[in-house]
Each structure stands twice: as C-alpha cells, then as structure tokens.
C-alpha cells in the first residue's frame, strides 16, 4: 500500500514570495490533514479536510495561508506572502474517517520550507 | 486548555540500554493516546495505541504504559539499537470530535 505522498520535499524562498506544496493522501482515505510543524516542537493542525470539505480551519493563518482538495482526493497549500515565521516542516496526513477512537492518521515524509 | 508535556526533552543512551520517556497532558475527556516515532526527515509512524482501560501495551521493543488516573504515560525502549535514535511523540485524543494534542517530542540518539 503506497504512503501518503508530499511534493517537494525542500524549498526555499524569500519573505513576501509565494509557495505551494501538494499532497496525495492514501488511496480510500476520507480525511486528510495539513499540521505545520516548527523546529522542535510538535505538529500544530492547520487545516483538516473531510471528501472536500473543509472540518476545522481554526488553526489556519488565513490572510496568507489557502487549502483546497478538489475532488476530495489530492491537496495543496498555498502560503502567499510567506514570512520568515512560517519556516517549518509542512506535514500532510490521511485516516480513513473523521471520527473514530482508533482512527490511525498516517503521515507522509514532510516539505521542509525555509523562508529567508 | 488542553496539553501535553514530554521529558526529558532529549536524551543519549549508548547502544544495548534501556531508556524510559514520560508524558503527562491534561486532555479531557480522554479517548486515547498514541506514540509516534518520528526519524529524521520522515513523518511520524505510529508505534502504540492505548484507550482507557489499557495500562500497558508493547510493539517489539517498545512498551508503552498509561496512568489515566494521573494522566501519565511512559514509552519504554529495551535493548536500545541505533535505527531508534529518533524524536517520539506523545499524541492524545479528547472525545468527542477525537482532536489531536500533541507533545514537543523527546529525541533520543544512541550511540554505539
């Protein structure tokens, strides 16, 4: 069973550029998940996703930060004017449901991005 | 507020040694909490699922424990190879919309 797939892995850029990463969850999964994780701490939800709808956006900075999922399959998020706090490891996951005590989130490899 | 708190932050244990990690949160109500194992450059993976009534769950090398009463957990690793050296991360779930909170991670380094 393939993972979930994250693109690029590495980027950098410029503060007030723009950037966009994308993700392939697990084939079947509902749910798919968007956590910006900073150096040495743990991963903080942006954005999560049900099909193609959006559940929670709380966490989302959203005068610079957008999430989509077009056909409630791949994703991508858009971070437009980036700064130099948004320097992170961007982290996509999927789960099969929303809701479930043991509803396992799978993770995949992360898009480090540094904003210089 | 919920949180969760990992010690020690990071720590080196030579090859072959055990080491024990601790989290502690203050998630409620409590449906479940995880262990991640996070390498270097990698997602997290899944190493132990615990709900209420469990107090110890093992995956190989690893056994993790659960205190629900004092809302503390313990993740165990036993005879300490180097493919372990990696950041663990303590996950809890709150019912009802089962919302994750998650620990700053303990990173371990063996050495060999």
């Known amino acids: 069973e393939a993972g979930v797939a994250q693109s690029p892995r590495y980027k950098i850029i410029e503060k007030r550029q723009s950037v966009a990463f994308w993700c392939n969850p697990i084939?079947?999964?509902?749910?798919l998940y968007w956590y910006q994780q900073i150096l040495g701490q743990g991963p903080k939800l942006l954005i999560q996703?049900?099909?193609?709808?959006?559940?929670?956006d709380s966490q989302l900075p959203k005068d610079r930060f957008s999430a989509e999922r077009l056909k409630g399959v791949d994703s991508t998020l858009k971070i437009q004017p980036a700064k130099l706090e948004d320097s992170a490891v961007y982290l996509c996951?999927?789960?099969?449901?929303?809701?479930?005590?043991?509803?396992?989130?799978?993770f995949g490899p992360g898009t480090r991005l540094t904003v210089l | 507020k919920n949180q969760v708190e990992q010690s020690p932050q990071s720590l080196i244990i030579l090859e072959g040694k055990n080491c024990t990690l601790q989290?502690?949160?203050?998630?409620?109500?409590?449906?479940?909490l995880r262990w991640y194992k996070q390498d270097t450059g990698r997602g997290p993976v899944s190493l132990t699922i615990?709900?209420?009534?469990?107090n110890t769950k093992s995956n190989g090398r690893y056994t993790a424990t659960l205190d629900a009463d004092t809302k503390q957990s313990s993740l165990h690793i036993t005879a300490s190879q180097l493919s372990d050296s990696a950041s663990y991360i303590c996950?809890?779930?709150?019912?009802?919309?089962?919302?994750?909170?998650f620990g700053a991670g303990t990173t371990v380094t063996v050495r060999a």
């Open positions: 996951a999927s789960s099969l449901e929303t809701f479930g005590q043991d509803n396992e989130q799978f």
């Open positions: 084939s079947g999964h509902a749910t």
């Open positions: 996703f049900q099909n193609n709808g959006v559940v929670d």
């Open positions: 989290c502690n949160y203050t998630v409620s109500p409590f449906s479940n």
């Open positions: 615990m709900t209420f009534s469990e």
């Open positions: 996950v809890v779930s709150a019912f009802p919309d089962y919302k994750l909170s």
